[in-house]
């Protein structure tokens, strides 16, 4: 597609519940990026993608997150037993080859409340 | 602590007055900075990308600076418009091989533009 798309763009679950977040990413861009921003504060890296493989995982913040890529296109961040605090904005962005300059692109995000 | 310190959280400028947004880092070794702007409920979208050699980008009515030396970079928005309302987000990166998910973002300055 033109940009990076995200799925739901709003989502209102009860704490407990389990939620997917999908991202398309830009049709030939190999890496894809998770990230969270909650009210007020920067944007947190959660998990990176380099075709299907996540070579760096480092930033999913408990075992209740976890992320899947298949075809090298489409990701999906799920949340298991959400709780209030992992209530923000989740990012998905897309680029060409990490190591470049020419940066990436974003989604629009996700909006998840836990209420 | 965070890596990348943006100046102010927050400010709020005549429609035509000019603002300048400041961003402090301490990442090393450097690689390159960027300037994004987010609207609300949107992605961010990248203005500028500066490597550290270069000390000043343009990109319409925004230019960045750059002193890799000091460490500090700025964002001129010229003849501000109402459209120029969005959080400006200072993202830092450390070497061009370095993975995408390891850019240091600061917390963005929000701006608003009032008539």
């Known amino acids: 597609g033109a940009g990076v798309s995200q799925s739901p763009s709003n989502k209102v679950t009860e704490k407990g519940k389990d939620v997917e977040l999908r991202c398309d990413p830009i049709?030939?861009?190999?890496?894809l990026y998770w990230y969270r921003q909650s009210l007020g504060q920067g944007l947190e890296f959660l998990i990176y993608f380099q075709g299907n493989s996540a070579p760096d995982k480092s930033g999913l913040p408990s075992d209740r997150f976890s992320a899947e890529r298949t075809g090298g296109s489409v990701s999906t961040l799920t949340i298991q037993r959400t709780q209030q605090e992992d209530s923000a904005v989740y990012l998905c962005?897309?680029?060409?080859?990490?190591?470049?300059?020419?940066?990436?692109?974003f989604g629009s995000g996700t909006r998840l409340t836990v209420v | 602590k965070n890596q990348v310190e943006q100046s102010p959280q927050s400010l709020i400028i005549l429609e035509g007055k000019n603002c300048t947004l400041q961003c402090n880092y301490t990442v090393s070794p450097f690689s390159n900075l960027r300037w994004y702007k987010q609207d609300t409920g949107r992605g961010p979208v990248s203005l500028t990308i500066m490597t550290f050699s270069e000390n000043t980008k343009s990109n319409g009515r925004y230019t960045a600076t750059l002193d890799a030396d000091t460490k500090q970079s700025s964002l001129h928005i010229t003849a501000s418009q109402l459209s120029d309302s969005a959080s400006y987000i200072c993202v830092v990166s450390r070497w061009v091989t370095d993975s995408w998910g390891k850019l240091q973002f600061g917390a963005g300055t929000q701006v608003v533009v009032t008539p």
């Open positions: 049709s030939g861009h190999t890496a």
């Open positions: 962005a897309s680029s060409s080859p990490p190591g470049t300059h020419t940066g990436y692109t």
